[in-house]
């Protein structure tokens, strides 16, 4: 076989599966073979232990058989240390062969057999030989003495010590060995709740035998107080009678699953309660009523009736019926067990057996279905591939030879390659051309753009001033509004000034008449005349200061008012006159009798005057209302002109932000117009790159 071709290498790729599934069986069997052995060190284990709680168990017999049998006398009650005597004797050996892996174990057991040994010779032995030669109650009470001296019990105690030891050391290798088979098994779950279950029955088993040890070390802490009288030899019994029911109740919840055995376990429980009240108590109390005036025929009458004998066999048949229902459902999960796990095996081979044969079969049918989509050798197809990589588009195909699969797909990708360059490279010529066209026009856009950007910011830069210079042009015509204001006011101040000086001009005309009238009486009215020359000078000051304020506002009132600026200065001439007048009159009053004629002539071209003071003051006030309405008519053209230049400014600030928007567009347009150019560079460098790269494609 041509191990660098394709279809082995498949085969290769199929069958490292195949090894592996075949390690994964290996090791599961294997796995099963350790939890089969650590299984079978676990029922060792449950073994001993069950075997060494049965050696306590024909111990307890042996002493309890011992003790009715010296209270009674009667040899039924020897029956328990036969049958005890003759289970260890057959559970001893057996066991030190199953311990023979521990020297330990092996040489406590040698020691509990020398120790039962000496415990039947010197006391048990002695104690039975005794009593059957006893005859009369004197010898009953002796043999009560000579229990009493309690040489049983401590042989009995050191022998619970040391079986105490014995069977704790086996519970210890037995956690210890189900922690290695936690260790070493796989997730199985069969085989994990069958092993579960031997090892519930086991506990089962256990705590059973417990039970019966408790009760036999009931009856036998009673027989030890019946013949001795000494609460120690009671002991047993308190303390067993104490945990008795709880250790029953413990054991009806375990077995709860079968019903049948709890039932049989409130039978236990009825039975020892029933034993207690019928027998136990009423011995209990004869033994006390021994030490205080009965005597131990009495109590040997009395346990001769084998009451309690009846209750404990019964107690001892119902346990042993328990434990032998305990024991058989241990033997059927053990089966069931070992099915399962011969089960287990069985199934991994055939899935193995079945996965070899199914990947054996995938594999070829692979190898065969891809040989045929490669469509011809791999290297050649590498060949080819590696040539149209380095880019030699060159190699000619025979048309008339048949090809499919990746072959065929190799060869079409190469001439559509060598389609696509040709195509690419006509296509490249073209773009580069494009690109130096585009590029020529976006350097003359990106000019005029230049260009027209420095147009905005120099307009704009002209706004500013004409924004400016509208500002302060509106600012003046605000100015000119307030001042056309004033001269309004100053105007209808003016009017109602000059019909003042109407009124006072009328005033002088009747008082320059009244003179005319008077100056027949002048001579009689001198005082008089002085008093009006008074008022006439004072007049006269008046009309001087108005001519003063006239000429100011005709001087405010500009073109408009010099008309009125020569009435002014013609009324402040008549001021003068008035004056002159007055001063005349003075002197005509110095010379009034010698001068009236003049003083009447005088008097008379005063009138005229008045007169004409009179016409002309009252053109002046039709001057000035002329003049009023022309002020009025100027502020309100300046309001006019105000909202003018206020619209024109705003105009002016719109056309300013329109132009830094347009600025703003511009420089955009402009920056855009570079990044454009250079993209447009960064492409024609592009299109140079991927013109190297086509040349490198031979066609």
Known sequence: MNFGGHKSKILVGVGVPVLMLFILCVVTITSINSIKNTEAWVEHTNEVITTADKILVSAINMETGMRGYLLAGKDNFLAPLIKGEKNI???????????????????RLVTLEKLLGQWKNNVVDSNVSLRREISGATTVNDLASIVGQAKGKRYFDKFRSQIDTFINRERNLLDKRKSDYKVSQEKNKQID??????????????????????????????????????????????????????????????????????????????????????????????????QSGKSMDDLAILIGQEKGKVYFDKIRKTLLAFVSEETELSALRKTENHSVTSNTILTTL??????????????????????????????????????????DLTTKFDSNQKVEGINHAVQVMSENLKQLTGNIREASIKVSTTVRQITGAISSLTSAAAEQAAAINQTTSTLEEIKATSNQTLLKAQALGETADRTSEEGDRGEEKL?????????????????????????????????????????????????????????KAGEAGKGFSVVAEEIGNLAEQSEESTGQVEKILESIQAATSRALMATEEGTNEVDQGVELVEQTSEIMVTLSEAIHETGTSCQQIVAAVRQESVGIEQIATAMNDINEATTQSLTTANDTKQATENLGEAVEDLESNINAYKI
């Open 193 to 290: 709740s069958a092993i579960d279950w031997i090892t519930h029955t086991y506990s089962v088993i256990n705590e059973a035998q417990g039970l019966l040890a408790n009760g036999i070390d009931m009856e036998t802490g009673m027989r030890g107080y019946l013949l001795t009288g000494k609460m120690e030899f009671l002991e047993p019994y308190n303390r067993s009678s104490g945990i008795f029911s709880d250790k029953a109740s413990a054991l009806a919840k375990t077995v709860g699953d079968n019903p049948a055995q709890v039932k049989l376990l409130d039978d236990i429980q009825a039975t020892i309660g029933t034993w207690r009240k019928d027998v136990v108590d009423p011995l209990i109390a004869l033994r006390g009523e021994v």
């Open 350 to 391: 055939i899935i193995f057996i079945s996965g070899f044969l199914l990947s054996v079969l995938i594999g070829l049918y692979l190898a065969n279905h891809v040989l045929r989509q490669v469509g011809g050798e791999p290297n050649e197809i590498a060949v080819l591939a590696t040539k149209i990589s380095d880019g």
């Open 499 to 555: 019909q003042q000086t109407v009124g006072a001009m009328q005033s002088i005309r009747e008082k320059v008449q009244a003179i005319a009238d008077t100056n027949l009486e002048l001579s009689e009215q001198t005082k008089q005349i002085g008093q009006i020359t008074a008022a006439v000078n004072n007049i006269s000051h008046q009309s001087k200061m108005l001519s003063i304020n006239a000429s100011i506002e005709a001087a």
């Open 89 to 107: 004797a057959q559970l001893i050996g057996p066991l030190q062969k199953k311990v023979s892996d521990n020297p330990k174990q092996v040489q």
